[in-house]
C-alpha cells in the first residue's frame, strides 16, 4: 500500500490509534463523512450571512509522516502519534468544552 492516501487511510486504522477511535467511535469513512458535513455546515452558514465560501478557503488537518516506505512509516512515527493522540490530546471536558461555549443544539450535533 503505496501513497499518501493510502498511509493516511492505514494510519486511521492503526492499533495505536484504536483508543482514539474506540472512543470517539470514528473510522475512516465516517470522519470523511463527518469533515464533509462540517465543510457543509460551515459554507451554509457563510451564506446565512450573504458570504461564498470557496473550497480553497476550507481546510482540514491530519498528521501526516512519509518515509522510505509504509512499514518504516509507522515504525519511525509510532511512538510520536501514540504520544500526540493518546497524552497531547487529553483534556478536561470543562477546557475543551467549557460551560456555554455551545449552544445545546451544536452540543447535540457533537
Known sequence: MAGGAA????????PCKQRVAKNNAAT???EGVRIARFMAMYQQQA????????????GWAT?????????????????????FYNKFLKMPVEMLLP????SLTSMASI
Not at 7 to 14: F, I, Q
Open 99 to 102: 460551560p456555554g461555549y455551545l
Open 47 to 58: 451564506e446565512k450571512y450573504g458570504y461564498t465560501a470557496s473550497p480553497q478557503q476550507l
Open 28 to 30: 475512516p469513512q465516517r
Open 7 to 14: 498511509v493516511s487511510a492505514a494510519w486511521e486504522t492503526a
Open 63 to 83: 498528521p501526516v509522516y512519509v518515509s522510505d516506505s509504509d512499514e518504516a512509516a509507522r515504525r519511525e512515527a509510532r511512538p510520536h502519534i501514540e504520544a
